[in-house]
């Protein structure tokens, strides 16, 4: 391999409720290597901005270098760490690793020291959560009641997940997923007895439907504060939470959180590199560190993955993407010591199994880490732009 880099590119496609956002960078080959580097609930056009930004940086240079490179991008915006600009750095070493590795004819987990492992147990993410905010795009039954709710359950187990993941979620004739830490009217996080219960009737209405077969987990992301994560704790004691992943922005407040709670403690997908989980870790704030592999990329999430092992912390990657995102988590699932569980969306658009060149290979609730060169995928350019962003 003596190819340098010719270009890079940002593409867009409308995935119902979000967009996916991708990076093709391009050799002066012709070789092509891909990332994904979505991003919900920030900037998708200032992802776009950024790379193009940065690209002078990138193009002209040996795609070998991987990590020269992204040092180089760190050191130009130094001034802007974490956030966009972290997103955009992960997605350019993301897709140059995927140009490096494919160019030797191996898996991107063989330049970080071969498999650890050859499969990786999953978890059914936004289960409930998808059926109701975006039920008509994914074409998946509506939640309109807890009997829904029960059903879908039953569905868990039937497809033989061990464990999912649900948020705030109210069924009904217009269900809802409470969100007041991301959208909505005024900075309402407040501790609240109505959310308390309608958590207690969604989570019994599960384990009604799962029998106790598949363990549930709990995002709350943003949308509490410390005492309203805390009041939430106590109330879902004894529902058997396989852990209650939460976000907040000082790791004491955190670390408190956990201390006061028998229920494991999932935090970390807001955070970027090792020195934004660092303190975490040393607060004792984290029982999973969950770790957003497109965002930080590749080898710096295993940097990540590498320090929290020193405090005896599993990492789960936060993944809610599309399939490349899959392939690309998966493979840095196969390169850790410390996995968990895998984070997979069931739910989403119809036309997402053809978006990319292969899908993940799924068998009783267990993804089998991808060998083919590279991530193991390519994006469908076609299919890309049959489904425009922003419509």
Known sequence: ?????????????????????????????????????????????????????????????????????????YRATRQSPGS?????????????LDLKAKALGIPVY????????????????????????AWEVTKTPKLASYDDVAALGREVVERSFKAFKTNIVLPGDEPQVLM???????LDRNPSSAIESALLDLLHAFDEGT????????????????????????????VGLLWLEV???????????????SIPICSGENLYTSRGFRPYLESGALDIASVDVIW?????????????????????????????????????????PNVRMLEVDVDDVPWREDLTTAVPAIDGGVLTVPSAPGWGAAVNEDVLREHPWPR
């Open 110 to 133: 063989e330049l970080f020291g071969g498999p650890m492992r050859e499969t990786v147990d999953l978890y059914w993410s936004h289960c409930g959560t998808t059926r109701a905010r």
């Open 211 to 238: 029998g106790g077969d598949a363990e549930p987990i709990l995002d709350l992301n943003f949308n509490l504060s410390a005492e309203g994560v805390g009041r939430a704790a106590d109330v879902l004691a004894d």
């Open 296 to 336: 930080n990329g590749f080898h710096q999430a295993k940097k990540i993955a590498d320090l929290a092992e020193t405090y005896d912390v599993n990492c789960a990657p936060h993944n809610y993407y599309s399939h490349l995102a899959t392939f690309i988590s998966a493979q840095w699932c196969a390169a850790i």
């Open 247 to 261: 976000d907040l922005f000082d790791p004491d407040v955190l670390a408190r959180v956990r201390a006061k709670t």
């Open 84 to 96: 966009v600009i972290q997103k955009a750095i992960g997605g350019i070493e993301n897709a140059l």
């Open 180 to 186: 007041p830490g991301f959208h909505g009217p005024g």
């Open 1 to 73: 391999m003596n190819t340098k880099v010719a270009k890079l590119e940002t593409f867009f496609c409308d995935a119902g409720w979000r967009p996916w956002v991708f990076l093709k960078a391009t050799a002066d080959d012709g070789s092509v290597g891909w990332a994904e580097l979505t991003d919900s609930h920030g900037s998708p056009r200032g992802l776009a901005g950024i790379v193009d930004d940065l690209e002078p940086l990138v193009a002209g240079r040996d795609a070998r270098a991987v990590e020269a490179i992204v040092w180089d991008l």
